[in-house]
């Protein structure tokens, strides 16, 4: 079983990309993944794209091919009650896991008042929260997370691509420090998972692709570092389904 916590779907206006439900299908076909939990692709800054975007991840997680779940992804500078109502809607309606802060696509730094707010709904849903590090420093410095960390013990939070390969240190760190961190170093090269490896163990680190034409390589990263069939399936799936709480 391989689950990847990190798919996107849609029109990323921010990062210029793009992918389809049919797409992300395919490449997980061809690649052996069961499944994923999906998130936007960066929309305009309007509800109504948040909402659209949000419903066509619902549709997926009703195919029977693969297992999906949603990742809701919301401007968390709309006012906090459109803010609320949006989240609330993608886990209490929709069954999302999750919610995702993008510091660089959001213009949101992770300890920021509007931040806290997401950290509040995060803890008030009792879902974990995702937070995009590495491209786009400082708001993407890992450190720029210890603050928050320090003030929301009891909510879950998973560095998505744990620093990238500039800041894993700093990543590493905090999952080292905060029992409620979790890393998904994808991008992370293979030395950087390495030292990850040693420093806090396979219990911590969840395998994710964020990108289609990533998917073998991230394979290929534990394959070559984990020798151990349990740490292994730990890393491709069993920490996913505990963290998220996947049914
Ligand atoms: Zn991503």
């Not at 206006?13 to 499944?35: P, R, S």
């Not at 999302?96 to 949101?108: D, L, N, Q, R, S």
């Not at 939070?157 to 800041?167: K, T, Y």
Request: proline share 5%; charged share 25%.
């Amino acid at each position: 079983m391989i689950i990847d916590v990190h798919a996107h779907i849609g029109v990323d206006v921010v990062f210029d990309e793009e992918l389809t439900e049919e797409q992300l299908i395919e490449a997980y076909n061809k690649y052996g993944i069961d499944g994923g939990i999906v998130q936007p692709y960066l929309p305009r800054i309007y509800m109504e794209d948040h909402m659209d975007i949000h419903d066509r991840i619902f549709q997926l997680t009703k195919n029977k091919e693969k297992k999906f779940w949603g990742m809701a992804s919301i401007n968390p500078h709309f006012r906090p009650e459109d803010y609320d109502k949006e989240a609330k809607r993608c886990i209490n309606e929709l069954g999302f896991v999750a919610i995702k802060i993008t510091p660089i696509g959001h213009a949101t730094h992770p300890s920021s008042k509007d931040a806290f707010h997401v950290w509040e709904v995060c803890r008030e849903l009792s879902v974990p929260l995702m937070i995009h590090t590495g491209a786009g420093i400082p708001f993407s410095d890992p450190i720029s997370v210890e603050k928050a960390l320090e003030s929301f013990p009891d909510v879950t939070c998973v560095l998505a691509h744990a620093g990238s390969e500039m800041h894993n240190q700093q990543a590493t760190y905090l999952a080292r420090k905060f029992e409620n961190v979790f890393l998904e170093p994808s991008w992370v090269g293979v030395l950087g998972v390495m030292n990850m490896i040693k420093q806090i163990g396979c219990e911590k680190i969840l395998f994710s692709s964020d990108n289609i034409y990533n998917i073998p390589v991230e394979l290929a990263k534990y394959k070559s570092l984990i020798s151990n069939q349990d740490n292994l399936e730990k890393v491709l799936y069993k920490n996913a389904v505990k963290i998220f709480n996947l049914k």
